[in-house]
């Protein structure tokens, strides 16, 4: 039966494909008393069960080799094999069906809890994430022992390009940058705001995604047909031949459309009226690089490196991020990357950071607590070493530093101190490096907003970070979708935030770019052009099309239009305005 769904449009397009639940989910099952003579038949109900589990699992295995396939599912049948083969979560079973005469369902989700409990107690954070691992192998036994339809090997798609698309109650920054990987067409998930960095990541990896859906997981089963309309935060379960064949030529215009824009890719980004416009990309990961470079952005704007520490248990060494950033400067072959020093905390977690500074202590509130900048500050060896290797690969292309999070004076004088530090190191150690190397912060705090003044005198440049500064202004997680209607880039406050600061850094002549996600929303283009931007940085998926934007304003006549717009103080009003532009 057809059914649509509605959430967060957080990453454009359209994905159709089928289900792959990633389960987090307890699951409900029948719980009755077996009778003493029925016993032995449900010990060997939960063997045949558990035997065809450990086949279809050799089957993925095959699979998993074929090339081309990723070499996480490897590992993940692996695990889900051992598990399965461990005596301490299929032996407590048998006895729970012998003696308390439970049926065979009901008995694998009791041990299931138990084997969950005890993960949760492992200090170790890895080990204690495989509690996941336990729920699914149960799961698939379940799925057998209730005959419910399964995945066997990948099915028969429905059209050859049909694609997988996740759904999963929630999805941390850190699972979403693995899909990078995978071959993933699309997700949803039940929770999430709008700029997440789960949301970020999706548009990063270009696929169509829709968070704060609420109740999809449970409504989803493994292997069913979906569509899901990035754009408009739909998705469609089950939908019948007429609904498939209209998305499948929607999906076609789009694609059409994306290939078009392909021709401005060497166009200059430059308005009707002369003025030139710098578009930069935002890149997670150092293979990113190659996207940047094939959408002719001008270069990196924000390099969130934070991401090469997530996933592992152990951090990245010095000589492991040089020649990460080394990568990316050399893959832009003479035009500016722009590194930004590690933001971890609040909803970005390395597991190899996690008990530094703050002990096993959980922040009351991770948005406001010792991220970022402040991390760094009270980490000044992971701190340093990180600045090395950023020194270092300045010395083969053009490096910019950018200071995330910073509120004081004292930190950016902090910073600055630490800065050289690892400069003196270097010379110590006859390390070259570009001695000259651009130094500038991130305004994703009011407060730096509002005082302006220290970073205006000690900095080279800077860089707007419009997710945080509307989460901060508006006292909005930006992570939660309960509070995302809330979330409003265009309310007033937030909209003279940026345009104090833009104006600021013209009349002190230092460069300010937004790299936050308004950059990259083609609707807000013709808005940052009129309050004087002229550096955008946004996902490499969305340079053409804010490109497009961008050559057909007229910047003298924008600057007109969104002085009364900045005079405005009633959100409906703006918004109208805006949309006129
Ligand atoms: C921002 O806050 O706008 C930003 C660019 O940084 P991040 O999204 O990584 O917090
Ligand atoms: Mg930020």
Known sequence: MTFSLHGLAVSGGIAIGRAHLISHATLEVAQYQLRERDVAGELERLDRAIA?????????????????????????????????????????????????RCNAEWAMVQQMQQ????????????????????????????????????????????????????????????????????????????????TSHTAIVARSLAIPAVVGMQHARPLIQDDDLLIVDGTRGV????????????YRLRKSALELERSKLKR????????LDG??????????????????????????????????????????????????????????????VTIRTLDIGADKEARALRARS??????????????????????????????????RA???????????????????????????????????????????????????????????????????????????LIQYTLAIDRADGAVAHLYDPLHPAVLRLISLTIQAGERAGLPVAVCGEMAGDPRLARMLVGMGLRQFSMHPAQVLEVKQQIMMADAAQ????????????????????VEKL
């Open 235 to 246: 998705l469609l379960v089950d939908p019948d031949i007429r609904i498939l064949e209209e």
């Open 115 to 194: 084997v969950v409990a005890q993960f949760d107690e492992f200090e170790d954070a890895y080990l204690r994430e495989r509690k996941h691992d336990v729920v699914q192998v149960v799961e698939r036994v379940l799925k057998v022992l209730q005959n419910k339809p399964r995945k066997l090997a990948r099915r028969k798609p429905v059209a050859a390009d049909d694609e997988l698309i996740v759904v999963a109650n929630d999805l941390s920054p850190a699972d979403t940058i693995q899909f990078k990987n995978l071959k993933i067409g699309g997700f949803v998930t039940d929770y999430g705001g709008a």
């Open 358 to 391: 703050s002990g096993d202590r959980v922040s009351p509130n991770p948005a406001l607590g010792l991220r970022a900048i402040r991390f760094c500050l009270a980490e000044p060896q992971v701190f340093l070493a990180q600045l090395r290797a950023i020194l």
């Open 264 to 271: 401005l890719k060497t166009a200059r980004a430059t308005t």
């Open 394 to 468: 300045s010395h083969y292309g053009t490096i910019r530093l950018l200071i995330p999070m910073l509120a004081h004076a004292h930190e950016i004088e902090q910073t600055l101190a630490m800065i050289e530090t690892a400069k003196a190191q270097l010379r110590e150690a006859r390390q070259k490096f570009d001695e000259r190397i651009q130094v500038g912060g991130m305004i994703e705090i009011p407060a730096a907003a509002l005082a302006l003044g220290p970073f205006l005198r000690r900095l080279d440049f800077l860089s707007i970070g419009t997710n945080d």
């Open 558 to 577: 924008l600057a007109l239009r969104v002085a009364r717009i900045a005079r405005m103080d009633e959100p409906e009003k703006i918004r109208e305005a």
């Open 275 to 336: 003025v030139e416009i710098q578009l930069y990309a935002n890149i997670e990961l150092p293979q990113d690089a190659e996207q940047a470079r094939d959408v002719g952005a001008d270069g990196v704007g924000l390099f969130r490196t934070e991401f090469l520490f997530m996933n592992r248990d152990e951090l990245p060494d010095e000589d492991e991020q040089f020649e990460a950033y080394r990568s990316v400067v050399k893959g832009l072959a003479g035009k500016p």
């Open 52 to 100: 065809t589990v450990g086949e279809e699992l050799d089957a993925l295995r095959v699979e998993a080799c074929a090339p081309g396939t990723p070499a996480e599912l490897s590992a993940f049948v692996d695990i889900h094999s051992m598990l399965l083969a461990d005596p301490a979560l299929t032996d407590a079973v048998r006895d729970l069906i012998r003696e308390r």
